[in-house]
């Protein structure tokens, strides 16, 4: 039997080494006596994990020596003023990025806050108009998830080209861009995509075809060693807070792949965490000194 030398996808190395790039940027800018880039986070409710990503996010923006601004607002905040907010954060000259923190409240429409975002503050890359150009290949705010994940294949010179991917997932934010990055006709892209969802008939057969997996589809541990072929390369995007009687907060993270049994038979593979929740923070703060720079 063949058993391939395995090697960890290291988030937490590559997501450093994007921050000091751009930690270094923003010193040129200070020297210069320039603006730094200024990213606005909205925060709705207190949703346990939310608060995390979003602390996070605002800590990291601290980390490279950008300006930042946490908006709070209570689970209950209407609509109308959520969209009022957004619109005064997209006429404010001094906000570069603007990130709403998903998931919503019910009561509030999903679509309409990603719609009001203008496209040129829409850091997460979430607006139908970012989502367009990046279909087509052109420059835009490439979502953070995807775009990280990129980043973190390129660091590793994970070859795409000819490749067959399959995407487990089709959310808008996550499995739908991976399928069109990972298809592009590029240097990240020029892969065959299976893109798999909650319908997909056969789903092992496919996924034990696929030199490249990207596991998205927030089901603790569901890949397993018999879906995944040897020498596969597996990126776990899942982030699960599963109870765990054993552990101090009283649960723990899991990701969508049963990491125990699938690492052995990968050539690559991303832990969680360690592994694409970095980078989806490094690929927001790129995303942010771009619409900086583009900004002015
Ligand atoms: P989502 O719930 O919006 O979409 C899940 C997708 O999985 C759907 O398209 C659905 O059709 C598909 N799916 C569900 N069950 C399936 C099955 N049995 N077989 C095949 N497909 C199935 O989720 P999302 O927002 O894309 O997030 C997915 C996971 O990624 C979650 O765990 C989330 O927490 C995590 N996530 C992580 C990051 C990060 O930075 N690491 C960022 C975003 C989301």
Do not use: W
């Not at 990130?99 to 139908?128: C, R, W």
């Not at 150009?133 to 990280?148: D, E, L, R």
């Not at 593979?269 to 703060?285: D, F, H, N, Q, Y």
């Amino acid at each position: 039997m063949y058993l391939c030398a395995m090697q960890i996808l290291d988030g937490k190395i590559v997501a450093q080494s994007v921050k000091e790039e751009l930690k270094q940027k923003v010193d040129l800018l200070k020297q210069e006596g320039k603006k730094t880039p200024h990213l606005a986070a909205v925060l709705i409710g207190n949703n346990g994990a939310s608060e995390t990503y979003v602390a996070s996010k605002v800590k990291t923006c601290g980390e490279i020596g950008y300006e930042s601004t946490l908006i709070r607002f209570d689970e209950s905040v209407s609509e109308e003023e959520l969209l009022k907010k957004i619109g005064d954060l997209n006429n404010d000259s001094t906000v570069d990025g603007i990130l709403v923190q998903l998931p919503l409240p019910k009561h509030i429409s999903e679509e309409k806050v990603i719609n009001t975002i203008a496209a040129e503050k829409d850091v997460d890359g979430f607006h139908p108009s970012n989502i367009g150009k990046m279909v087509q290949g052109q420059p835009s705010y490439i979502p953070a998830t995807p775009y990280g994940i990129l980043l973190l294949m390129q660091h590793y010179n994970i070859q795409t080209k000819g490749k067959h991917a399959v995407v487990i997932g089709r959310s808008n934010i996550v499995g739908r861009p991976m399928s069109i990055l990972l298809s592009q006709n590029n240097s990240t892209g020029n892969c065959t995509v299976t893109l798999c969802h909650s319908h997909t008939h056969n789903l092992k057969t496919l996924c034990l075809q696929a030199d490249i997996i990207v596991a998205a589809l927030g089901k603790p541990e569901f890949l397993t060693a018999d879906m995944v072929k040897e020498g596969a390369v597996v990126i776990d995007v899942g982030i699960t807070r599963v109870d765990d009687a054993t552990k101090k907060k009283g649960y723990s993270i899991k990701g969508d792949v049963h990491f125990e049994s699938v690492a052995p038979k990968c050539s690559f593979i991303t832990p969680v965490p360690g592994g694409v929740g970095a980078m989806t923070i490094a690929a927001l703060m790129k995303n942010t000194y771009l619409a900086a720079t583009n900004h002015r």
